[in-house]
């Protein structure tokens, strides 16, 4: 017994090693084997860059790794997965929120211009306002840095990522736009007005101390799966904001009953928003467009930036096949895409890689964002008032 004993011991200090041991790694090794994964199970991720280009820039962003800070190794790691030119490619930390820190304004993008659309109640002021530079550097300097950062396929959908870190310090930081993380930022504004403003974390500001630009919203926008509404006596609209059944009301007893209001009364404009579905399974929508192809009508499809994946094929099947004419903004999503996400966890964080499988080829007339027939450029003016404009284009009127 006085052998074996230590023999033990050793032997499950040696298993323990071995299953723990990946917790202990270092950042290089992480990365490295990050790198591999994601070289070997993505459908293509060489479809615009060579092996020898990613190698290259491997070793480029590897440089110090282990001694960057937290907020700056997960945009390191983003950075590579940029190089797939794939926007369902991404890397998912649940826990980075909490140390990246925030100048206290919400800007967004508004058409291809930057506003102030919220923030603490002391910059009331500079609601609404256009924002020129960010500490010197023109919005559209910050897009182009920003570029190799972000996994995307389009500008569409960079735009509606920088809409939720164009306020993010730790963010500016890594792409050289603020000095560090805490550092003051100065946003200087298309009136020649500026403001200096200092970072905090997401935690430490008072949700009830906000304010916002807007004076009021679109009365069309709906927040449910799907639904029909008359909104003027001969326009019927039909929000769509989900390729998912709804568990409690299931798209073929919605079609049917859409086809039973259909055969009751003829509508002179009929109106489908795919402005913010997101996708999941195109084939939902089948049924409706059925009952569609039989309506003689003024028949438009509204389209933006949200509008993704499946929603996208959906909105060409509504031109293709039923007669739509499509409204609105460029798609944040591509109609070719890489999608059929999986994923694998990183050893030493636990974040966790997405990544795509497959390559959908889903039109050969269509490539990159659906751009509208009619395009319908966004102003500030409506966008903070909660005019409609794609609704009140569909319903003839002069704005």
Request: net charge negative.
């Amino acid at each position: 017994m006085k052998t074996r004993l230590p023999r033990i011991l050793i032997s499950f200090l040696t298993l323990l090693f071995v299953f723990v041991s990946p917790l202990f790694s270092s950042r290089a090794d992480e990365f490295e084997y990050m790198k591999k994964e994601i070289e070997k199970n993505h459908k293509n991720f060489f479809n615009t860059v060579s092996k020898e280009e990613c190698e290259k820039e491997y070793r480029r962003l590897s440089v110090s790794i282990d001694d960057i800070s937290y907020t700056d190794y997960y945009f390191t790691l983003s950075s590579f997965l940029a190089l797939s030119n794939d926007s369902h490619t991404s890397l998912e930390a649940s826990d980075i929120y909490s140390y990246f820190l925030y100048f206290p304004l919400q800007l967004n993008y508004v058409g291809e211009k930057v506003y102030v659309v919220s923030g603490s109640k002391e910059y009331k002021d500079y609601m609404g306002k256009e924002v020129s530079y960010i500490n010197g550097v023109s919005i559209e300097d910050i897009e182009e840095k920003a570029s190799v950062v972000v996994p995307h396929d389009n500008s569409v959908y960079l735009r509606l990522w920088l809409n939720n870190q164009l306020n993010n310090t730790s963010f500016l930081s890594f792409i050289k736009v603020a000095d560090n993380d805490r550092a003051p930022v100065t946003l200087s504004f298309f009136d020649g007005d500026s403001v200096s403003l200092s970072p905090v974390f997401s935690s430490e500001i008072n949700r009830e101390d906000l304010v916002s630009a807007f004076s009021s919203y679109s009365p069309y926008v709906y927040q449910g799966y799907y639904r029909t509404i008359e909104i003027r006596d001969d326009v019927l609209l039909i929000s769509y904001n989900t390729c998912s059944d709804n568990p409690s009301y299931p798209i073929k007893d919605f079609a049917s009953d859409l086809k039973k209001s259909l055969s009751k009364k003829k509508y002179s404009t009929i109106i489908v928003d795919l402005r913010y579905n997101g996708g999941g399974n195109s084939a939902v929508l089948g049924p409706v467009i059925k009952v569609f192809k039989k309506e003689k009508c003024s028949k438009y499809a509204l389209i933006g930036e949200n509008t993704f994946s499946s929603a996208i094929l959906n909105a060409v099947s509504l031109k293709d096949d039923a007669g739509f004419i499509l409204v609105g903004t460029p798609t944040g999503g591509s109609i070719n895409h890489y999608g059929e996400l999986k994923s694998f966890t990183l050893p030493e964080t636990g974040w966790e890689v997405y990544y795509s499988s497959k390559f959908f080829k889903l039109s050969r007339n269509y490539n990159g964002s659906i751009i509208p027939d009619v395009y319908i450029e966004k102003d500030a003016y409506s966008y903070f008032s909660g005019i409609d404009k794609e609704v009140e284009y569909c319903l003839g009127n002069d704005l």
